[in-house]
C-alpha cells in the first residue's frame, strides 16, 4: 500500500496545465513558410496580406479557442499563428493534446509536436483529446505556437497539456473501444495511457 501511495504522487507531482491567455497573430496566409523565428519567439509584428498584424491576446475556455471573431469571412482556409507561452516549475514529463477545425501543426520551442495537414483533424467537433504528444519538458520558459487553419463548420482550436481524467477517459475510450479500463485508480489509467501512446496507439 505504501509503495502505490508513494507512486501516485509521484505521478501527480506531474499535474501540469497550459495558462489560459493566448496570443493570436491573423489572418495570415495558410501556406505562410514557418520560419524558425516564428515558432521559437511571439513576433512583435508581421505582415499578412499586405497588412501589418500585431499579435493579440485572447482568452481561452478550458482549452478551447474559437477563432472566428478573429477571421473575417467564412469557410475553410482561413489561417491564424497562436501563440501560448508558459513555464514548467521542474523537469516534469506531461501530455499535450491538440484538436482542431479542421488543420493544424503545432511547435513546441520550435521542434514539431503534432501535424495533422494531411489528414485534417478526424474527429468532430475537434476536442484536446483528438492528436496527443507525450513531452519531456525542461524546468524553465517554453513557447508553444500553432499555425491553425480553419474548416468549413467553425474556427476552433483546441490545446491543453494536462493529466486531467475527464480527458485521459476519453482518450481511453477512443483507444480501446472499451470501459473496463476506466474504473482504474487515475495513477494506474496514466501509466497505461503512456504505455499506449509509447506503442499501440497513434501518437505523432
Not at 468549413?152 to 479500463?181: P, Q, Y
Request: glycine share 8%; proline share 6%.
Amino acid at each position: 500500500m505504501k509503495k502505490k501511495i508513494e507512486k501516485e504522487k509521484s505521478v501527480n507531482k506531474a499535474e501540469f496545465s497550459l495558462p489560459a491567455e493566448w496570443q493570436v497573430v491573423g489572418p495570415v496566409e495558410k501556406d505562410r513558410p514557418l520560419m524558425p523565428e516564428l515558432l521559437t519567439q511571439i513576433p512583435e509584428s508581421l505582415v499578412a496580406f499586405g497588412e501589418k498584424r500585431a499579435p493579440q491576446k485572447v482568452k481561452a475556455e478550458s482549452g478551447r479557442l474559437d477563432l472566428g471573431p478573429l477571421l473575417p469571412g467564412s469557410g475553410l482556409g482561413r489561417s491564424a499563428l497562436v501563440y501560448i507561452p508558459f513555464t514548467s516549475d521542474c523537469h516534469q514529463t506531461v501530455m499535450f493534446g491538440f484538436g482542431a477545425d479542421w488543420w493544424l501543426d503545432a511547435y513546441l520551442d520550435g521542434e514539431r509536436v503534432v501535424d495533422t495537414l494531411a489528414e485534417g483533424n478526424l474527429y468532430c467537433p475537434p476536442s484536446v483529446a483528438d492528436h496527443l504528444k507525450i513531452v519531456a519538458l525542461e524546468k524553465g520558459r517554453h513557447l508553444l505556437a500553432i499555425r491553425f487553419t480553419s474548416g468549413i463548420a467553425s474556427a476552433v482550436l483546441c490545446a491543453a497539456c494536462s493529466n486531467d481524467m475527464d480527458t485521459l477517459c476519453v482518450v481511453l475510450a477512443r483507444t480501446l473501444s472499451t470501459r473496463a479500463i476506466l474504473s482504474l485508480p487515475s495513477w494506474q489509467n496514466r501509466a497505461l495511457l503512456q504505455e499506449l501512446l509509447g506503442g499501440k496507439a497513434k501518437e505523432y
